[in-house]
């Protein structure tokens, strides 16, 4: 019943019985595919949405609330940050963090998405499914902490068969990432699990302030090449291209909302 549940937050409008029994169908389809998942991995799950027109305040204030009422301690954290760029620019990216496979198990009960659908729902326009990924801890770089003011998330889809070149460009720009900021990067990279397209690769880059890019006299390129060797950027970048599908990469930029966040990590950003 619960695997059913999580779906009713990310249902915001009424719908007729037949499409509830598909949708739910689907969802039992997805998560049993989910459970046979690496028990030790870790994994984050994303929704979208977007507030009906002239109800932003209402929308942030009821998710808020749901948030603090049921996503206020480890293993259910939910992190909330608005979309600054991109087709979904001032949507809201809801991300529920440091998952293990059998979190899921027992994660939300009937109380919490009787809540959502009673009292966020209404200010939804539209939403997006649940998309879950798995943390890849080889081109992930830097210590866990708080989460960042700022994301930038960078999404690549590779064509199918051609992800190795993807994920090697994914690994060495983190490794030069880590060097620019002089150890002092918040990087962690992923593969989409479920939810779209298993080819697809996202990296967020988190920072608390402007500018983010670190002091180095060096280039970006120059970094590249000097750790992987002469031209490798150059060749790298070129294979990487050639690999993804044509729409198969965007960067969006995202602020974390304070007030919407669960009241233990509010009191770690404060510390």
């Known amino acids: 019943m619960s695997l059913c549940l999580v779906y009713l937050e990310l249902i915001i409008n009424q719908i007729n019985m037949k499409k509830l029994i598909f949708t739910l169908l689907a969802l039992v389809v997805t998560f049993s595919s989910f459970s046979q998942r690496n028990p030790d991995a870790t994994y984050l799950s994303a929704f979208v949405y977007t507030p009906k027109d002239g109800m932003r305040e209402k929308f942030e204030a009821a998710a808020a609330k749901k948030t603090q009422m049921f996503n206020n301690k480890e293993g259910s954290y939910i992190i909330t940050y608005r979309i600054l760029s991109g087709q979904n620019e001032g949507s809201y990216l809801r991300l529920l963090i ?46 866990d902490g708080p989460p960042p003011k700022f994301l930038e998330r960078s999404i690549w889809v590779s064509k199918p068969g051609q992800d190795d070149n993807v994920r090697k460009t994914i690994y060495r720009s983190g490794q030069v990432l880590d060097k620019i900021m002089s150890g002092k990067t918040l990087r962690r990279a992923f593969q989409l699990v479920s939810g779209g397209n298993p080819n697809t690769y996202a990296s967020f880059r988190g920072f608390n302030e402007y500018p983010h890019w670190g002091n180095s006299d060096q280039t970006f390129e120059e970094i590249y090449n000097e750790l992987f ?4 950027y150059e060749h790298d970048l070129k294979a990487t291209n050639n690999s993804l599908l044509d729409w198969g990469r965007n ?4 602020q974390r909302v304070d007030y919407m966040l669960p009241s233990d990590i509010k009191s770690q950003i404060s510390n």
């Open 98 to 143: 440091f998952q293990n496979s059998s979190n899921y198990n027992n994660l939300l009960s009937d109380d919490e998405g009787e809540y959502w659908e009673k009292n966020v729902a209404p200010y939804v326009k539209s939403a997006s499914g649940m998309q879950t990924w798995q943390l890849l801890n080889w081109a992930s770089v830097g210590e």
């Open 251 to 254: 960067i969006i930029s995202l």
């Open 229 to 232: 060797g002469w031209k490798q």
